[in-house]
C-alpha cells in the first residue's frame, strides 16, 4: 500500500504532464457504459472514442459485468496517452447481488454493527464485477413519508442517521479513513446529497427545500459530520436549491459547509446531470455558465452530461476559471485512483469467472435473513403472534407469494431468489393455502371470492399486502400514502370472516395504517426484507425469533399531519392530548401524535426498566456523564429490545427540541434476564447550532431513557451543565 506522501508525489508527477483537457477529463463521469455517448448527448463522441481521448474519468456501471468493465478499463489503459485508468461507480444502496432490506428498514434495527457487516458483504460483491465506488450511503433526513427516497435512508433522526453513517462507511471503505481501500475487497464510498434533500416540499421528489441555519446544521449536518469524520471518498451534492442556489453550483454549500465546517478533502460529484440543470433552476443561462458556476463553486466531477469537457478548456483560457481550480480538483480524483489501487493494477477489481463463489454465499444470506429480521418492526400483537405451531394458514394479498420484496435501487441478477413469505412459512411446516386475490392495484377475477373460501377454513389469515418495488425509491413521491384499494377491499372481506388477521406489510415507506391498527389482530411492517425475506418474515412469525425492530421513523395517523417527528420543537401553546382547550396547538379534528412513534416496536417479551440513575446531577464541559438502568425481560421468552436515551434541553437561546435521541444500545436478554446497562452523555451531545455558530449553553437538561419517543411512565431525570 502507498503512503500518502508517496501518493502526493506520484499524483504531483502525473499532473505535471497532463494537457489542459487531460485535466478536464479526469472531471466528466460517464452516464453508463451502453450509453454510446455521454449523457446520451449524440454531439459527443462514442463512449470508447472519448475514454481513449483521455476525456472521461470516472463512469457510471449498472451491468456488474466484470468482463464489459475489462473491456473499457483496457481502452483508458492502453489507448488514453496517460493510461489513467477509469475508476467504475455503481449505486450499491443495500446489497449488490445478495439484497438486505432498504435501508429505511435496516435502520429500524438499531444495530450500526450489523449493517457495517451487511455493507462490507455488498462492497465484496461489488468487486468481483469491477466496482470500486458506491454512491452511498444516503444519509438525508426525511420527515415527509410522501417522499419516496425515505426508503433510502435512516429515517428522521440525526443520532441514528450519524451512527448507521459511520457504520456504513467503515463497511465499504473497510475500516477508519479508508483502510482497506486498495484491498480489491472493499469500495469506496459517496455520502450523499449534500445537503437539505429530504426536506423537498409536499414530499415531491426534486423539489425545492426551505431550511433554517440552524436547523440546517443542527438536524442536515450532523450524519455527514459523521460520515466524513469517517474517511469518506466522496461526497455528492443534492439536487436542490439550498438558500436560492442548487448545491453543485452552491459556494456556500461546497466551500463553506463542506470543506470549511466539515473538513471534507475528497472528491465532489455532481448529482445525475446536476450542472445541467443549474439551468433550469434559473441560475445559469446556458451551458457554459452552467460549467462555469459548478466548477468555481468547487464541483470536482460533472455526472452524465459533457458541459465540463466542452466549456471548461475556454473558461479556464479566458481566466474565467482559475487553472489551480482544476488542479485541486485532479489532483483529488488521482489521489484516490492511487487509493483504489487501480494505478497500480488497473484490473485489481475484475474477476470473470470467479463471481459464483463469492455472490449470495451462505454467510451473505445469513447476514441478509439476520438483518432483514431486525428490521420488521411489530406494530400490534394482541396475541395472534407467534402462529401456533403446524396451524393452517390462509395466506392472502398480493405480497404472500412475490418476489417483489428486493425494493428500490436493486439490481440483483438473482431476483428469483429471492424468498417469498409462502416459501417461509411452508419450510417452517404450516399448511398454507395462499391466493393473491389482487394485484398492488387491480383485483383478481373472483379472487376476494377465492380468498373467503381460504380464510372460512384456516386457523388464522396471513395478509399481506404493501407497495411494489417502483412505489419508493427516486422520482416516487406519494400524495396518498395508504394501501392501495383493491388491496384494502380484501382486507375488509378478511376482517368480515371473523378470523384471526395477522397482516404483513411490505412497503418503501410509513403508511397510513390507522385501519390495520384497529382491525388486524396483529401488525408486522416488514419494510422491503430483501433476498431472504420470507425465511425472515416466516422466522418472525413463527416466534423462532423475536421481533426487535424500533421504528426510525414516525408512522403519521393522517396524511394532514405530516410533517409529524418526534423532535420537534416546543410550542407557546402546547395541548396536552386530552383537554377540549380551543386556543392550544391542535387540530380540530384529529390528534397531533401520530399512529406510532419514533423507536416504537413490539416483542413477544415485556420489558421493564427501573434504577434509572444518572453519574451525577452536575456536568462540567469535559464531563461525561453516565446514565445506568435495569432493563429487566419479564417475560419466559428471550428477546431483544431497544434503550434509548433522550435529552431536553430546558432553556437556551433558542428554543430547542422537545426531545433528542442521544444514545442508545440493543439489549439481548433471555427469559427473566436482568442486566444493568450504561449510555452516555457528553458536553459534544448538548452543542447546538443557534443559527450563527455553535454553542454549548449552561443549564438544566432533561433526560429520559425509555423503550421508545414516546411518554414514559418513569420519572424524568435532570442535571445543570456548568
Ligand atoms: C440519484 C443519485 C444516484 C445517481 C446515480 C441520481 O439520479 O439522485 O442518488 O447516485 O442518480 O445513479
Redesign the pocket.
Known sequence: MRTPEEIDRLVEELLSRMTLEEKIGQMVQSAGLDTAAIGGDLDAAPLEEEIANGRVGTA?YIQADAKLARRLQSIAVEKSRLGIPLIFCQ?VIHGFQTVFPIPLGWSCSFDPELVRRAVEISAKEATRAGVMLA?SP?LDIARDPRWGRVSEGAGEDPCLDARLARAQVMGYQGGEDGAGLGDGEHVACCL??FVGYGAAEGGRDYNTVEISPSTLHNVYLPPFKAGVDAGAAMV?PS?NLVDGVSSAASPYVLQTLLRQELGFDGVIVS??AAVVETIAHGLAQDGREAALRCANAGLDIEMATDLFNRELPRLVMEGKVPEAIIDGAVRRILALKYRLGIMDDPYLYMHEGEEKAVYLAPEHLETARCLARESCVLLKNDGALPLKEGAKIALVGPCADSKDQLGPWQFSAFKERTVTLRQGLEERGYAVSCEPATTIFEPLEGGVARAVALARDCDAIVLAVGEDMTMSG?AASRQNIVIPEAQMALAEAMRATGKPLVTVVTCGRPLLLDWFERHSNALLCGWFPGTEAGHALADLLSGDHNPSGRLSISFPRHAGQIPVYYNHMPTGRPWNGISDEKFVSRYLDGPNDPLYPFGYGLSYSSFKLAEVSLSSGRMTREDTLAVTAKVRNTSSVPGATVLQLYVHDVAARVSRPVKELKDFVRVDLDAHQERTVTLHIAPEDLRFHDGRDWVLVSGRFEVFVWFSSADCDLEKLEFTLE
Do not use: G, L
Request: aromatic letters at 28%.
Open positions: 457510471i449505486d454512491f444516503m450523499k446529497h455528492m439536487f448529482d445525475y427516486e
